[in-house]
């Protein structure tokens, strides 16, 4: 029994590195160091990559001309490369009614379907002029409603990197991966994902992240070993309605 729990623990704990804003403008010093790091320990990360960004706040930082060669060799090395909206541009502002009730600034959040699915369109098509492959999204600042799920079902993408929870999870045919620290925090149980804005670091932050990695290297995972243990599991199901409704119910004291 206690080696049935233990091999339970161990198959279904690890982290997902998420990499966010990765596009020309960007952080390149601590994104070259981590670069190193991850290869020194086998680490694939999945980079949040915004193909036609326009963010002024993003626009600031130092842009390297050769990105979509950085992006082909990234992807040839196995990391996976997942659409981080389009532009980047917060046109939109939601009413905490988008699918996670978070509210604030968004880009696609109350666009009708077809003026999110030219947004869906139009990324792609940078990333297919590239042979990148993309079966995975997530949208800025997290915001996303039913046009926005819609939009991307229509063009095959049923994996989203964002959402509550302990597991991985099934909802509307999509496979949805929590996303619920802002730090690198590692759960002694569960599979969920980072969220590294590398943009906004300071020298002591590659350095924590480095001492980070250098103790739970083992436990950090690729996408594929997620979808390969991923599966509708009432168990989970029940974990992630919990966590879902612990952090909603702490977010009314902030
Ligand atoms: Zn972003």
Known sequence: MFNLIKNMKTKYTGLLIRMDDITECMNWEDMDKCEKLFDKYQIKPLLGVIPMNRDPELLKFPKNVNFWQRVTDWSNKGWEITMHGCNHLYTQKSDKKDIFNYGGNSEFYGLDYFSQLEKIKSGLSQFKD?????????????????????????????????????????????????????????????????????NYWSNKDFEKFENFIKRHHKKIVNLNYII???????????????????????????
Do not use: C, W
């Not at 990148?132 to 819609?150: C, G, M, Q, V």
């Not at 390969?228 to 977010?251: C, D, H, M, W």
């Open 130 to 198: 590239k042979n990148i492959n993309i079966r995975s999204f997530f949208a800025p600042n997290h915001i996303y409603d039913e046009n926005t799920l819609k939009a991307l079902k229509e063009n095959d993408i049923k994996i989203i990197i964002d959402g509550y929870g302990l597991f991985p999870f099934y909802k509307r045919d999509l496979l949805f991966i929590p996303q619920l620290f802002y730090k690198e925090i590692f759960l002694p149980f569960g599979i969920q994902s980072t969220q590294l804005h590398i």
């Open 228 to 254: 390969s243990i991923a599966s509708p599991n009432s168990i989970q199901t029940i974990t992630n309605y919990i966590v879902e409704k612990t952090l909603k119910f702490a977010r009314m004291f902030k």
